[in-house]
């Protein structure tokens, strides 16, 4: 992934690469490659495919399924990642190997959607996060954080109220 942080705001491109490795390329069938929400929680589970792709055995001449390949789509605006006591929202990237005996091999990637900054607050919102912490006077205020972001500890502060 392009943001070694996992975090990506709504609406942003979603820039990666993936590549199969230690798997001959006689063995390998085909490779699906999904971006993809799920839930989980209390209740139905939901599952939600944003970007689906596929490559068949005839596609390995050009470019072996061993050499990188990029992915690029842009981000919904909704759903935004959450993680609260009764549902959870989740987003990764799904790479899922078929080889040719039938067997199947998965991996995913989770990363974090997250909602864009207020725009009066910053102009660049990429490499910032909009935090929420606590006040001395038990009062939740709202305080930008430039730079590196730490996205999972913003994530965790933003879903700590159900």
């Given at each position: 992934m392009c943001r070694s942080d996992g975090g990506y705001v709504a609406g942003q491109l979603l820039h990666a690469s993936w590549r199969v490795g230690r798997i001959e390329q006689s063995e390998l069938e085909s490779v699906e490659v999904t971006i993809l929400w799920s839930t989980d929680g209390k209740g139905d589970e939901d599952i939600g495919v944003?970007?689906?792709?596929?490559?068949?055995s005839d596609q390995w001449t050009t470019h072996p399924p061993s050499q990188p390949r990029e992915?690029?789509?842009r981000l919904p605006a909704a759903p935004l990642s959450y993680a609260g006591r009764l549902i959870?929202?989740?987003?990764?990237i799904r790479v899922r190997a078929f080889l040719t005996d039938g067997r199947e091999i998965v991996t995913e990637q989770p990363f974090y959607?997250?909602?864009?900054?207020?725009?009066r607050q910053s102009d660049s919102h990429a490499d910032q996060?909009?935090?929420e912490s606590p006040s001395g006077n038990g009062k939740r205020t709202s305080?930008?954080?430039?730079g590196a972001a730490s996205w999972k500890r913003w994530f965790r502060q933003a879903n700590t109220t159900d």
């Open positions: 944003h970007h689906f792709e596929r490559f068949q992915l690029q789509c959870c929202i989740q987003w990764c959607v997250v909602a864009a900054p207020n725009e996060e909009l935090a305080k930008l954080r430039t």
